[in-house]
């Protein structure tokens, strides 16, 4: 179902990898601490995220990365307990992705759950059919609080929701 896929492991980097086409997700990370995925593409996943990142693991670093055509969100953080932890994601980086044509399925191209502290930066999302950049609380233990989302360039499909 995933093109990679961690679980339960510590300071794992993916950097420079490719993964298209898949059933469900990209790239799947569960629970997974000091996590970095850097200069990768995600693409195509029929299902789901391009990349997928839950479990409440703090400090996971997202940068670089080209993430497109995927059926609901480009890449998303959902501080799931039930994924293992304590149902928060704290310290996280989202900086300097390209992310486009994702969403038809709905949710955002950027989708975080559960998350605080942290910071999107510098990252273009376009012709996203969900939302831009969602911060919010479904499964996380706590809403989002204390992040930073700066010099982002969002520009939505004409199907595309505001929030």
């Known amino acids: 179902r995933a093109g990679i896929r961690d679980a339960a492991a510590r300071s ?4 420079r990898c490719r ?3 898949n059933l469900q997700w990209g790239i799947f990370a569960q629970a997974v601490e000091e996590l970095r995925i850097e200069q990768c593409e995600a693409h195509h996943s029929a299902r789901e995220r391009g990349i997928f990142v839950t479990g409440s693991a703090d400090h996971p670093v997202l940068q670089g990365n080209l993430v ?3 059926y609901e969100s480009g890449i ?3 501080a799931d307990a039930k994924q293992g932890g ?3 994601v704290a310290g996280a980086w989202i900086g300097g992705n390209v992310l486009f044509e994702n969403g ?3 949710s955002a191209a950027i989708a975080l759950d559960g998350v605080i502290d942290s910071t999107v930066q510098n990252s273009l999302l376009y012709e996203n059919h969900g939302a831009g950049i969602r911060l919010y609380r479904l499964v996380g ?3 989002p609080s204390g992040n930073a989302v700066v010099n982002n360039t969002v520009w939505n499909a004409a199907d595309g929701r505001c929030s």
């Open 86 to 88: 304590d149902g928060v």
């Open 141 to 143: 233990e706590t809403p």
């Open 68 to 70: 497109h055509h995927n």
């Open 76 to 78: 998303q953080i959902t």
């Open 104 to 106: 038809a399925g709905g």
């Open 12 to 15: 794992v980097t993916l950097r």
């Open 19 to 21: 993964t298209g086409f």
